[in-house]
């Protein structure tokens, strides 16, 4: 029964570069959030989407960043043109039904060089 | 006032002393509460849900009130494994889009000391 998978765990672009972050949810979860964390912060959440929809992008910059989650595959976190400040944990956590606990993957560690 | 507040210390205790942590919550409508545990670099873990009359896990002992809205986390016997982050979250509200809203506490730093 495997748990939240993210891929890759770390991941170095040069600034310009676009990066994609990619998490699969545990089985028969079809909820996802995504969340970042600076270092030594606390965890900021950027959005949270079901299958095909994006339900509340509140915490995501308004350019370069964008997600998805498709009808197949795993949900897709995309930042264009990198720059410095990018550089961060970015967790994704995925949920069975409303109220229950949040299940978090190991995270992809971005550096922007 | 921020939506979910905790102290971030650190505390630093000594293997086998008692710590407790509390979290307050500023929407009264939340209906589901937890505990995680954050090592450093690491993913955030579930340590436990919050219920309503309190509930112990070995020597964790997590408690709600309403009344107050704060949540709190009791840690006995300290062990040195036991040094991490503790986050506080909490699920909100009963409407559509609150029911998916999990708000996180920026974490309160425990260091356990031999």
Known sequence: ?113 | RKEVEQDPGPFNVPEGATVAFNCTYSNSASQSFFWYRQDCRKEPKLLMSVYSSGNEDGRFTAQLNRASQYISLLIRDSKLSDSATYLCVVNGGPSDSGTYKYIFGTGTRLKVLA
């Open chain 1, 1 to 113: 029964n495997a748990g939240v998978m993210q891929n890759p765990r770390h991941l170095v672009r040069r600034r310009g570069q676009e990066a994609r972050l990619r998490c699969s949810p545990m089985k028969g979860h079809s909820h996802v959030y995504w969340y970042r964390q600076l270092p030594e912060e606390g965890l900021k959440f950027m959005v949270y989407l079901q299958k095909e929809n994006i339900i509340d992008e509140s915490g995501m910059p308004k350019e370069r960043f964008s997600a998805e989650f498709p009808k197949e595959g795993p949900s897709i976190l995309r930042i264009q043109q990198v720059v410095r400040g990018d550089s961060a944990a970015y967790f994704c956590a995925s949920l069975g039904q409303s109220g229950s606990p949040l299940h978090f993957g190991n995270g992809t560690r971005l550096t922007v060089t």
